[in-house]
């Protein structure tokens, strides 16, 4: 089964760290989650330290510390969700606060926990790979300089005794060692923000590439239709006045033609309905594309409209000898729905079902409403699709290997006006056929609620 969804069919957007005001909030939420999750680990990783461990650390300091960083980003969760930030650089700035902020906060966790004898001294890491995919311009080289000034001057006062140190080996340290940890601090920490940068710019070009090219390509279409409707409108009337100068010639000197002339006149008069049919429908689908027309919602007795609808298609059905059924469920149900545009859709789908159905066959209408949805499925024992027509039949002027064997008349602009206007309802189509079987049609929509009485 193939299923055209409204929803589905349009690109996913793409949402790329930094590159826009709105993924910069995306991000800032992003991180204050993150550090919900940094937080929950200290509070595990205490315990343990203290209780498993027996690390002899600054335990109290350390609850001090988690319970600044949960205030803290509170006060940072409440403005993300209600200040208004005015502009990016606001954005930027609470972003560059926050950073340096957590780089201070981490410094004193690192001092707390041990300090450069401790290996945990890297999680300063984690700010600065956060720095390095959100930030643009210099910032996240400022904010790794910021680290390492933090964590040397930490070094230092605790190498001196400045401060009181919580080692968590009873052996010194010894200043060669502090040097090659300091060491390949400063090169890990430079070289993880230049590759980071590096890749997350590629990154952001590939995007701007991407926008440009998805602009470029949708100017195009807009294009295409400008010149689609424009020719479709210059055609029509020209078209309809020929159409009625060889109605009148048929009618006045039909009697006095001889029959080659009689059946040039009949294929003229054939070709030119076709051309006009063509017409139409081009100006159908553009309009509805263009979106440039009212929706017209009328609440309706679902079962009885479709019958109105069915009722049209009674002499075409006759004259190819089919039988159409509508599979009632008599429980009138009322349903709200854009009438003109759903009757094109059904209309469509009949038209179909009949024109590429063999005489003596069925063609079976069953009218669905359901908790959230409502539709039809339109069901014909005809010539089918194919699956590889499956996917083609519903774009433009496509039309099956078998279908132009059959009928010489035809469009190929149906379908696609039909899946023009379901999606603009927010429905989906659903195609189950067999070749040489038949074909089903399945329209389902969303409902809209009823007005109130
Ligand atoms: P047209 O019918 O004018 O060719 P449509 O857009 O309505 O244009 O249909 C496109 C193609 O889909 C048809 O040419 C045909 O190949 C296929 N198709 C549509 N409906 C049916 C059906 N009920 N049975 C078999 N083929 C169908």
Not at 269 to 294: A, C, F, P, W
Request: with cysteine.
């Amino acid at each position: 089964m193939f299923k055209m969804n409204g929803k589905h069919s349009k690109p996913a957007k793409l949402i790329l760290p930094f590159y826009t005001i709105d993924t910069l909030r995306n991000r800032i939420g992003w991180i204050i989650n993150i550090r919900w999750i940094e937080l929950f680990g200290v509070l595990v990783a205490i315990p343990i330290s203290q209780r498993v461990l027996h690390l002899p650390i600054a335990y109290p300091q350390l609850y001090t510390i988690s319970a600044i960083v949960l205030g803290l980003n509170l006060i940072y969760f409440f403005l993300f969700r209600y200040y208004p930030f005015r502009n990016f650089q606001q954005e930027l700035t609470f972003t560059e606060i926050q950073l340096i902020l957590d780089l201070i906060i981490i410094s004193f966790l690192v001092h707390y926990i041990g300090g450069i004898s401790n290996p945990f001294f890297f999680i300063y890491m984690v700010a600065i790979i956060i720095s390095g995919v959100l930030l643009p311009l210099n910032l996240p080289y400022v904010n790794a300089t910021v680290a390492v000034i933090l964590l040397t001057i930490w070094t230092i006062l605790e190498y001196h005794r400045v401060v009181p140190v919580y080692p968590i080996s009873e052996e010194p340290l010894r200043l060669s060692v502090i040097t090659i940890s300091l060491g390949a601090f400063y090169i890990l920490i430079f070289i993880t923000t230049f590759v980071i940068k590096d890749f997350i710019s590629g990154y952001r070009q590939l995007k701007r590439l991407v926008d440009e090219k998805s602009r470029q390509l949708e100017n195009t279409m807009q294009e295409r239709d400008k010149i689609f409707r424009f020719t479709a409108h210059e055609l029509k009337s020209p078209i309809t006045t020929l159409r009625s100068m060889l109605g009148v010639i048929e009618e006045i000197y039909s009697s006095k033609l001889n029959d080659e002339v009689a059946d040039m006149l009949n294929r003229a008069v054939i070709r030119t309905d076709q051309i006009l049919l063509m017409v139409k429908d081009m100006i159908d689908v553009t309009q509805y594309r263009h979106g440039s027309r009212e929706k017209v919602i009328e609440e309706v007795n679902f079962e009885d409209w479709i019958e109105t609808v069915t009722t049209q298609f009674d002499d075409y059905a006759e004259q190819k000898n089919i039988t159409v059924v509508i599979n009632k469920q008599n429980k009138k149900e009322m349903v709200r729905l854009d009438t003109p545009a759903i009757e094109k859709v059904l209309a469509n789908l009949i038209n179909n079902a009949i024109r590429y159905s063999p005489p003596g066959s069925q063609v079976t209408i069953t009218p669905f409403v359901k908790r959230n949805v409502f539709g039809f499925a339109v069901q014909d024992a005809g010539i089918g699709i194919s699956k590889e027509d499956q996917t083609k039949i519903f774009e433009e002027f496509y039309r099956g290997k078998n279908a132009r064997e059959l009928e010489r008349l035809g469009s190929g602009l149906g379908l696609p006006l039909v899946k023009q206007i379901v999606e603009q309802c927010q429905g989906k189509i659903f195609v189950e056929s067999k070749l040489g079987k038949g074909s089903t049609f399945t329209i389902e929509l969303p409902k809209i609620p009823l007005a109130i009485e």
